[in-house]
């Protein structure tokens, strides 16, 4: 029981896949300009990244590792993680028509999402089992949602403030999020 | 000002923010009084070095954005910043340290947002926590208290704790002795209450108290430290009085970080995380209550969520204080909540008068709205 609070408060905030391993940093800065498409692309993300974890464990070790082809890794990891966003796609397509307007281009994008393959690698050096992986990439997930919500919140906030010319709109968001990094440097040695 | 999401009404108040700025530099008297008996001249040293900083990369600024110098330096607060920097900073620290933090904080955190009013984050802190990071080694040596200090040992006087800031002003410096050669130790640092408290390693908390010095010859919380923090509290409270701030984010901060604590204080065993008391009177607890957390700007707006927010960083606090690898928490706590507030804000947005809490009219408004019409 120990060791899965560890992976996940290591997840979550020690290691924080955005700000502290600066993963996933494209969807951070490109879906963090309002607050409620933050929070849907958080909700897509979470699910998206659970279940890739997972399906990648079991394509690691049940394919790859029995057949000796470890050196495809990389390249079945990003297909499992395409079939898992668009089956993700198709599933909210059919069963809630609204969220998936609201979620729009933002879906398809979590494939290019570099958490996603992050985590999926990580968990092979590791050398995580299936629940550990399964937990780790949730608990990665929540960490990016943590983040996306709250830096969205902030930059809603950013966008009435007087900044000098040349550090408006990605310029400010970036210092931003490198003096959150800086915060989250005070997370080192939870776990 | 921030943008406040908050509704109507507003009441105004006579204060100006230079008026509030000045009220809250003369707030930290009491607290830089104590710390300059009892760790000697360096946090009034580092204050004034902070000042000059904060004033000319502050003039810097504006002249480059082309807006009136003397407007924005009137209202106090770059000055505030510095002092509050300043004090953060250990005394004794070499005169870079405050330059580098002042000017990251002044420049980087305040004014590349748009000044005072829109910096998401409390710059201080920023500056704090960059130089924590970048130089521990100088940025965790305190001096000791001036009764700890061997008996033949003198704390450094005034001129001489200008000569360890400034070693330009040393004359053995020029001369080409180095410090080694001239055989002279100039201070004695030593570890703060909440550094030796984390070494206990199998005492019970009473037993711990008798063998280290610190606790012993202290009264509740350790030697010096206590006063500090009573320092602050006392310049806190007088700014409570004064309506600068209200009584939310203090309370809930110091609420929630003595609720921790009682609750794994586990009675004084040997593997206690510290009393309540230890807790609130050590570090830069009252220092943070009081005047880091209560900035209006980086902030919750509402009362409800600055109760929120100060119970949140007395939680952090007292999680990194515990199992984290820093001395003490408040400006990563600090921080971390500064980044979190734009939400709280978000979920705590008081109703409208006249209108529920979904934004629907009321049938009373709409009726008054009605007549009104008519």
């Known amino acids: ?191 | 000002m921030a943008l406040l999401k908050l509704t109507s009404p507003h009441a105004h108040s006579a204060q100006n923010t230079a008026r509030v700025m000045q009220l809250v530099i003369l707030a930290t008297i009491p607290g830089l009084f104590a710390l300059t008996l009892f760790f000697g001249w360096g946090s009034l040293i580092n204050v004034t070095l902070s000042c000059m900083v904060a004033v000319g990369s502050e003039a810097l600024v504006i002249r480059l954005r082309k807006r009136p110098i003397m407007f924005y330096l009137k209202d106090y607060s770059a000055i505030l910043t510095a002092v509050l920097l300043g004090i953060s900073l250990p005394p004794l620290a070499p005169w870079w340290i405050a330059v580098v933090g002042t000017s990251f904080a002044i420049i980087i955190a305040k004014n590349l947002y748009g000044g005072l009013g829109y910096n998401p984050f409390n710059p201080a802190m920023i500056g704090y926590v960059v130089l924590l990071i970048s130089f521990p080694v100088q940025m965790t040596a305190w001096p000791a208290p001036a009764e700890l200090y061997p008996s033949d040992m003198q704390v450094p006087g005034l001129w001489h704790s200008i000569q360890i800031v400034l070693p330009l002003l040393n004359p053995d410096t020029l001369s080409g002795v180095s410090e080694t050669a001239s055989g002279t130790i100039d201070a004695y640092t030593a570890a703060t209450p909440l550094d030796t408290f984390k070494q206990n390693t199998g005492l019970l908390v009473d037993q711990f108290y008798k063998k280290e010095l610190f606790f012993s010859q202290g009264t509740w919380a350790g030697l010096g430290w206590e006063w500090v923090n009573i320092g602050f509290l006392l310049g806190g409270l007088f700014l409570l009085y004064r309506k600068i701030f209200t009584w939310h984010a203090p309370l809930g901060m110091l609420l929630s970080l003595a609720l921790c604590s009682v609750i794994f204080y586990d009675s004084g065993s040997s593997s206690s995380l510290g009393s309540p008391l230890f807790h609130l009177l050590s570090g830069a607890t009252m220092f943070g209550a009081f005047f880091i957390i209560t900035d209006p700007v980086t902030s919750a707006t509402s009362n409800k969520g600055r109760l929120i927010y100060g119970a949140l960083i007395g939680v952090l606090i007292f999680i990194i204080r515990s199992w984290g690898s820093y001395p003490d928490a408040i400006a990563f706590a600090v921080l971390l909540m500064n980044f979190a507030a734009p939400l709280i804000d978000n979920y705590t947005m008081p109703r409208t008068y006249g209108y529920s809490k979904s934004g629907v009219k009321s049938n009373k408004k709409r009726k008054e709205d009605q007549s009104d019409a008519r």
């Open chain 1, 1 to 191: 029981m120990q060791e899965f609070a560890v992976i996940l408060i290591s997840a979550i905030f020690v290691n924080n896949f955005v700000l502290v391993q600066f993963l996933g940093l494209c969807p951070f800065m490109g879906v963090s300009s309002k607050l409620e498409t933050a929070i849907g692309m958080a909700g897509a993300t979470t699910f998206v990244l659970t279940i890739a974890a997972m399906s990648s464990y079991m394509v690691n070790n049940w394919i790859l590792v029995p057949l000796n082809i470890e050196y495809l890794k990389t390249i079945s990891f990003i297909l499992v993680i395409a079939v898992v966003v668009q089956f993700t796609k198709m599933f909210i397509e059919k069963s809630s028509p609204l969220l998936y307007r609201v979620l729009g281009v933002f879906l398809p994008l979590i494939t290019t999402n570099c958490a996603v393959l992050g985590v999926a690698l990580q968990n092979t050096t590791k050398a995580h089992t299936l629940s550990e992986s399964t937990l780790y990439g949730f608990g990665a997930a929540i960490g990016f949602s943590l983040v996306l919500i709250l830096f969205s919140a902030m930059r809603e906030r950013l966008t009435v403030a007087d900044v000098p010319e040349p550090f408006k709109g990605a310029a400010i968001a970036m210092i931003t999020a490198g003096l959150m990094s800086l915060a989250f440097m005070g997370f080192g040695g939870l776990a």
